[in-house]
T-cell receptor, first 113, second 107 residues
Framework: DTAVSQTPKYLVTQMGNDKSIKCEQN?????MYWYKQDSKKFLKIMFS???????INETVPNRFSPKSPDKAHLNLHINSLELGDSAVYFC????????????FGDGTRLSIL | GENVEQHPSTLSVQEGDSAVIKCTYS??????FPWYKQELGKRPQLIID?????GEKKDQRIAVTLNKTAKHFSLHITETQPEDSAVYFC??????FGTGTSLTVIP
């Protein structure tokens, strides 16, 4: 069983479209995260939720909206996609707080045409 | 909270040699320091971590040292093998990843 699963694995779409990425974890963790990894391999935190509550919201454009229907799911919706949004998006989870090991999903490679 | 500096950005070593990667953080309240390994096209995976109540931790060929006064911590890999080739990330200031070190072990 995959501990942290993201769908889709690949997403190719046109500029201006709206898309969503889903993430689910079966580890019983309370905290979930979204990271963006750009072409230079920098891993930058975007959001973190603890038990459905937003606890970190980095300087991310408001075109990005996370949604956590329950503590096992954290989805990412992106409106009006731009070329600069092309990246690999990783979901992760951990036990509560920022001082625990994170378990990552396999990533979603988003390509904007 | 973003300032986590990681050096070097690239590192090439001969198989069997040691590799050392260093990170510096800024948040004095930080008390957990993990290292992640990311192979090409794969997800980051935790390889070792240390908490601020200890200065060193070792797991077979991998060790991490922490200097809280100087706010830096280092990853040490001994007897490197080709399968150690990957990008390594430190994490400091709770959620902030270092800029990554691309390690190549030359057979």
């Amino acid at each position: 069983d995959t501990a942290v699963s993201q769908t889709p694995k690949y997403l190719v779409t046109q500029m201006g479209n709206d898309k969503s990425i889903k993430c689910e974890q079966n580890l019983g963790h309370d905290t979930m995260y979204w990271y963006k990894q750009d072409s230079k391999k920098f891993l930058k935190i975007m959001f973190s939720y603890n038990n459905k509550e937003l606890i970190i919201n980095e300087t991310v454009p408001n075109r990005f909206s996370p949604k956590s229907p329950d503590k096992a799911h954290l989805n990412l919706h992106i409106n009006s996609l731009e070329l600069g949004d092309s990246a690999v998006y990783f979901c992760a989870s951990s036990q509560v707080g920022g001082n625990q090991p994170q378990h990552f999903g396999d990533g979603t490679r988003l390509s904007i045409l | 909270g973003e300032n986590v500096e990681q050096h070097p950005s690239t590192l090439s070593v001969q198989e069997g040699d040691s590799a050392v990667i260093k990170c510096t953080y800024s948040d004095s309240a930080s008390n957990y320091f993990p290292w992640y390994k990311q192979e090409l096209g794969k997800r980051p995976q935790l390889i070792i971590d240390i908490r601020s109540n200890v200065g060193e931790k070792k797991d077979q060929r991998i060790a991490v040292t922490l200097n809280k006064t100087a706010k830096h911590f280092s990853l040490h890999i001994t007897e490197t093998q080709p399968e150690d080739s990957a990008v390594y990330f430190c994490v400091g200031n709770q959620f902030y990843f270092g800029t990554g070190t691309s390690l190549t072990v030359i057979p």
